[in-house]
Nanobody, 125 residues
Framework: QVQLVESGGGLVQNGGSLRLSCVAVGDILSVNDLEWYRQAPGKQRELVATISSGGRANYTDSVKGRFIISRDNAKHTVYLQMNSLEPEDTAVYYC???????????????????WGHGIQVTVSS
């Protein structure tokens, strides 16, 4: 019914920048809060940044001042601009949608807790 598709990951040097994108694909009417998570090898998945449907953003302390989350509601897309990257930022990054409202044939369906497949970000020292 709905897919979250991430792009923009890769390998970057210490201090470099990357921009992740995540687009929700489907017969979408609206998307509620969106988040970026990450999971480093041997560690638990952690919340990196959130953005409400109205654009209010919050960040975990370790990325404040370096990462910027934004969204384009018309395109059902969330972005994560990552600046001043550090080796500690190396992880698989996942986007997550708290709630997506789908429409099809005049009916509505709510999908809760949709995850993207994840995308690798590697920062070399």
């Amino acid at each position: 019914q709905v897919q979250l598709v991430e792009s923009g990951g890769g390998l970057v040097q210490n201090g470099g920048s990357l921009r992740l994108s995540c687009v929700a694909v489907g017969d979408i009417l609206s998307v509620n809060d969106l988040e970026w998570y990450r999971q480093a090898p041997g560690k638990q998945r952690e919340l990196v940044a959130t953005i409400s449907s109205g654009g209010r953003a919050n960040y975990t302390d370790s990325v404040k001042g370096r990462f910027i989350i934004s969204r384009d509601n018309a395109k059902h897309t969330v972005y994560l601009q990552m600046n001043s990257l550090e080796p500690e930022d190396t992880a698989v990054y996942y986007c997550h949608a708290d709630e997506i409202v789908l429409t099809h044939g005049g009916t509505w369906t709510r999908v809760y807790g949709a995850w993207g497949h994840g995308i690798q970000v590697t920062v070399s020292s």
